[in-house]
Nanobody
């Protein structure tokens, strides 16, 4: 069973930066996309950034130009570099990996990491 472990969250002042990491405990094959979501208190979980197996990226309008998603295949890790953080970026951030193998589809989630941005 593959596990995703996030790290890198914390408390930062507005304008600061954080880099989130999401490491897979085992090898993952057949990845279609790797994503970062976030969920703020009282709000629905929203997609923040996505990186497809082909290398395409997509970002929520609210983070474009500030966040960057990337991947290190050798380390089975996906990153989210967050610059110019704002108080409204405060949320629990989750990584998500979806893909397919001969026996079917898979959809893995991490446990989440808290990001708090103070004004």
């Amino acid at each position: 069973q593959v596990q995703l472990v996030e790290s890198g969250g914390g408390l930062v002042q507005a304008g600061g930066s954080l880099r989130l990491s999401c490491a897979a405990s085992g090898n993952i094959f057949g990845i279609d996309a790797m994503r970062w979501y976030r969920q703020a208190p009282g709000k629905q979980r929203e997609l923040v950034a996505m990186l497809t197996s082909g290398g395409s990226t997509n970002y929520a309008d609210s983070v474009k130009g500030r966040f960057t998603i990337s991947r290190d295949n050798a380390k089975s890790t996906v990153y989210l570099q967050m610059n110019g953080l704002k108080p409204e970026d405060t949320a629990v951030y989750y990584c998500n990996v979806v893909g397919r193998v001969p026996v079917g589809l898979y959809n893995y989630w991490g446990q989440g990491t808290q990001v708090t941005v103070s004004s």
